[in-house]
């Protein structure tokens, strides 16, 4: 639903009298009140308006009542609906209740319960731009090269990451999958003396075993099939800058020996070289895996996890600061609504309390091995 900067009513009734009536007690109020007679059109622009409000007469020729409010609160779950009748029963105001109405009012409309209402209503929304306004400064100042949050852990985290910056030759990120391990790297990189150089990014998931090594270290012409030329692998292309290892619980154990000797001389030496070669790149390594478990099962090398971890950072899961979770809300609906042209877009309280309620789980746990 939209919040835009002049409040909207929509009456759909086929007394053009009873709209008029309505019009004319509200006024001077801050409302538009836009009337339909013919259902069908008022669902099309409720479709394209998504009004805060919605009055519905029960009984119309084209849908009744009960029809358009079930297509309202499918299509736009976020608008208020008030359905009036003049036949009041116990048994239809229940069921348009169940159905998602938030009132059931009797013909003639008492004007000065519908001005009390509207008024309430008028009020409830100005307090709601004025949280939307707050949260979305806060959303703004508490963003940290676009990681959002003011959590104790994350606060911890944004602390650890400013102090490692200027000083890391490699840096160990260890969190679940998706607590956005990506962009801790890309903030390291920005923030460090090598932000003017290149930031390469591997992605050791994704590696085949039998090309892992040409990719990181490169290879020269006739080292094997198809080989025809020289080729910078991905550590020669992040000299002088930074390489972003992601995953690197994935390397195989031979490439993991010939990662280290880059680590411990600064040496590197391509596939079917026989000559190594100085480089000068930092590395920050990053894994949703118990490294420290891997090391006890022999799958990854002790040495190595040693060297990655002299300095270590870890990203907390959603469900360890879910007081972050307004602040993202914010942070995302401001960010898509720029992307597609929809200003002012927020949160039905239904979708955020689902939200609020969910448990993030971690998509993969840390103890993984």
């Not at 309505?22 to 998504?50: K, W, Y």
């Not at 100005?126 to 606060?155: C, H, N, T, W």
């Not at 930031?199 to 990719?215: F, G, M, Q, R």
């Not at 609504?337 to 746990?365: M, N, Q, S």
Request: a negative charge.
């Amino acid at each position: 639903m939209t919040s835009n900067s002049e409040a909207r009513l929509i009456v759909l009734d086929d007394e053009p009298a009873a709209i008029e009536i309505i019009r004319s007690a509200l006024e001077p109020r801050p409302i538009q009140v836009v009337g339909f007679t013919n259902p069908i059109l008022g669902l099309e622009r409720i479709a394209c308006d998504r009004p805060e409000l919605v009055l519905v007469d029960m009984s119309m020729p084209e849908l009744n009542g009960l029809e358009v409010l079930q297509r309202i609160t499918q299509d736009t779950p976020g608008t208020e609906v008030i359905v009036i009748t003049a036949d009041y029963s116990t048994e239809t105001a229940v069921r348009a209740i169940q159905m998602g109405a938030s009132d059931c009012w009797t013909k003639p409309l008492n004007l000065e319960r519908l001005r009390d209402r509207v008024d309430i209503w008028l009020d409830d929304r100005q307090k709601a731009q004025q949280r939307l306004a707050l949260d979305l400064e806060l959303a703004r100042a508490y963003d940290f090269q676009g990681i959002v949050g003011r959590s104790p852990l994350l606060m911890e985290m944004f602390t650890r990451m400013r102090r490692i910056a200027a000083h890391f030759q490699t840096v160990l990120i260890i969190g679940d999958t998706g607590t956005g391990k990506e962009l801790v790297a890309n903030t390291l990189h920005k923030l460090s003396p090598r932000s003017a150089r290149p930031l390469v990014v591997c992605n050791c998931a994704a590696l085949v075993d039998t090309i892992v090594e040409s990719e990181l270290f490169g290879y020269v012409k006739g080292s094997f099939t198809g080989a025809v030329e020289d080729r910078a692998g991905l550590i020669d292309t992040a000299d002088k800058g930074t390489l972003f290892l992601d995953e690197v619980g994935e390397l195989p154990l031979a490439t993991q020996a010939k990662l280290l000797r880059v680590l411990q001389n600064r040496e590197l030496r391509r596939v079917g070289a026989t000559q190594s070669h100085h480089v000068d790149v930092h590395i920050i390594a990053a894994t949703n895996r118990n490294l420290r478990r891997m090391v006890e099962l022999g799958t990854f090398r002790e040495d190595l996890y040693y060297r990655l971890a002299m300095l270590e950072i870890r990203v907390p899961s959603l469900s360890e600061r879910r007081e972050d979770l307004p602040l993202l809300f914010r942070y995302f609906l401001e960010k898509y609504a720029k992307e597609y042209g929809k200003p002012g877009l927020v949160l039905t309280r239904r979708a955020e309390l689902l939200l609020t309620r969910h448990g993030w789980p971690a998509i993969f746990a840390n103890s993984n091995t």
